[in-house]
């Protein structure tokens, strides 16, 4: 079960509370996650910052708290990393260009170099100093050459595209998108903002992690359908209809494919009960009575 997350808007930042149930696994817990875009600069915290509430399906009592801070950004990094690869065309030594240099950044670029053979990658952010941070951490883990875009086109010589900022506003002219490229947009996640302009959106296979987060909360494509500039049938498909081979995926060389993210409380779902399975089997965590 996977009801639509619930917002509040404090003045600095939104709130989101994402609960789910997964019968399969015997998984429910919910999730707080913020985004405070000044967080880092103001008080030296992360834009998003999440905890996670673990409960016994059983009682219904909550068994565990844990960080979703980190938990957040692997489980957004593994859902474009299966994005890229079922819809990224298959060529080697392809090009990966980010947008964003921050903590979601980081796990998107992994995600990509998991799932394709990446010989380079380009970053662009609007802080040079987030660009040099993100250059020296990735470039030995990942062992690939990532260099600094000087302007977002730049960035537009990818064959895959991150982006993952913070801003509310497109990233890039959409017209400039080269054929072939394969887009995973996971920043922007409310009606009034997006990284994406309408021209991209007209321009993709577009392809979502969940239609109804789509029309609820991206922006980057209700703006373009509020706009008129395309029907609601533009939205393609659910990534999971592509991974179960209900809709296809990429149909050729020249296609550009775009999977949009808006995150959902499933995946920290999951991926929170392997973590207290596992933490539980190697004795980790603290025992708290509250
Ligand atoms: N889709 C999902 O599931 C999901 C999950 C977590 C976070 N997010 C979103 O991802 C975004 C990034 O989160 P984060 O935790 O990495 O934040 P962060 O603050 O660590 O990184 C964001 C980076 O974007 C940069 N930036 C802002 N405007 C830019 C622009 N115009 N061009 C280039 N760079 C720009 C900032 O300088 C910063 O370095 C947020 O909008 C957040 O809401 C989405």
Not at 88 to 117: C, H, P, S
Request: glycine fraction near 10%.
């Amino acid at each position: 079960m996977l009801p639509l997350r619930t917002g509040i808007k404090p003045p600095d930042g939104i709130s989101l509370y994402m609960p789910a149930y997964l019968k399969e696994m015997g998984a429910l817990a919910c999730k707080v996650v913020t985004v405070y875009k000044d967080n880092p600069a103001k008080y030296n915290l992360p834009t998003t910052i999440g905890k996670v509430l673990l409960q016994d399906i059983n009682t219904g009592d909550v068994i565990c708290i844990m960080d979703g801070g980190y938990l957040t950004a692997v489980r957004t990094g593994a859902a474009s990393g299966v994005a890229t690869k079922y819809l990224a065309r298959e060529d080697k030594n392809q090009v990966a260009g980010i947008f964003g240099a921050g903590v979601q950044a980081k796990m998107q670029l992994w995600a990509v170099a998991t799932a394709r053979d990446i010989g380079k990658a380009i970053v662009y952010d609007i802080s040079d100093e987030a660009m040099s941070k993100f250059i020296s951490e990735m470039s030995s883990k990942l062992n690939i050459g990532i260099v600094k875009a000087k302007s977002a086109e730049e960035v537009l010589q990818a064959d895959i595209i991150c982006t993952a900022s913070s801003s509310a506003s497109p990233l890039f002219d959409g017209k400039l998108v080269k054929d072939g490229t394969h887009i995973n947009g996971i920043g922007s996640h409310s009606p009034g903002a997006r990284e994406l302009d309408t021209e991209i959106i007209k321009r993709s296979l577009f392809i979502g992690d969940s239609r109804e987060a789509c029309f609820s909360e991206a922006g980057d494509i209700m703006i373009p359908l509020k706009e008129g500039a395309i029907k609601e049938y533009h939205f393609y498909a659910e990534l999971g209809e592509i991974i179960t081979g209900k809709k296809k995926g990429r149909v050729n060389k020249a296609a550009i494919t775009l999977f949009k993210s808006n995150g959902l409380a499933i995946q920290d779902v999951a991926t929170a009960k392997i973590v207290f399975e596992k933490a539980v089997a190697k004795g980790i965590g603290t025992k708290v009575e509250i």
